[in-house]
């Protein structure tokens, strides 16, 4: 069965309003895990990277950023929500455009992430979603995704071998991380070996 994105979400910011739960995180705790694991994959200096935010909810991947001094050049968050939009606008006070990642031209930047957005999109939108953001970016593309064996009726597990296959025919650099949380993993596709 398809899940609707746009309900999905609405759904859930009604029952929770505009937090962390809202966005389907488990808690802020488990958000800012996944943000860390993040963090670690980028290049260590990213002041002189431009990154593009798919998916970027209320931009809370920016404020964490923020919070720990590592901002890069020029912040872009992405969304297909309107509400999440204007949110991450307000919080950000940076530019953030309602787009559908899937379908509308997309902007060139340095780096390209996702934290979250890829969850509850079936495996053929999945990879299309890492090919059209991986095409966008100059040197990479890290985001995080859920892994495992689970069959869900809503989520979506994918494998480590699909995300290395998918590295192999973008002949991309692929480095992943696992075990922070309970069926989460970070991955980086990059361009070229050191971004630094």
């Known amino acids: ?5 746009k309900k999905f979400y609405a759904a859930s910011l009604k029952k929770y309003g505009k937090t962390a739960q809202g966005l389907h995180w488990n808690s802020p705790e488990a958000q800012k895990i996944r943000f860390q694991q993040l963090r670690h994959l980028l290049p260590e200096t990213i ?4 990154m593009i935010d798919a998916g970027c909810g209320f931009g809370d991947f920016y404020l964490y950023l923020q919070e720990y001094g590592s901002l890069p050049a020029q912040y872009i968050g992405l969304d297909c929500m309107e509400t999440m939009v ?12 309602q787009c559908d990642i899937l379908r509308d031209p997309l ?3 340095d780096i390209y992430c996702c934290s979250g957005a890829m969850n509850i999109l079936d495996p053929f939108e999945t990879q299309l979603f890492i090919r059209r953001c991986y095409d966008a970016a100059r040197f990479g593309f890290v985001f995080n995704v859920l892994w495992g064996e689970r ?6 597990y994918m494998h480590i071998d699909t995300i290395e296959a998918i590295a192999k ?3 991309a650099t692929c480095k992943i991380t696992t075990g922070y949380l309970e069926h989460d993993m970070s991955v980086a ?6 971004l630094d």
């Not at 204007?86 to 455009?97: G, M, N």
């Open 1 to 5: 069965m398809k899940i609707d994105n």
């Open 47 to 50: 002041s002189h990277y431009t």
């Open 86 to 97: 204007l949110e991450a606008r307000k919080r950000t006070s940076c530019d953030i455009f």
């Open 107 to 109: 902007k060139k930047a």
């Open 151 to 156: 069959d869900d009726l809503v989520y979506n």
């Open 169 to 171: 025919t973008l002949n």
């Open 189 to 194: 596709l990059y361009k070229r070996e050191e």
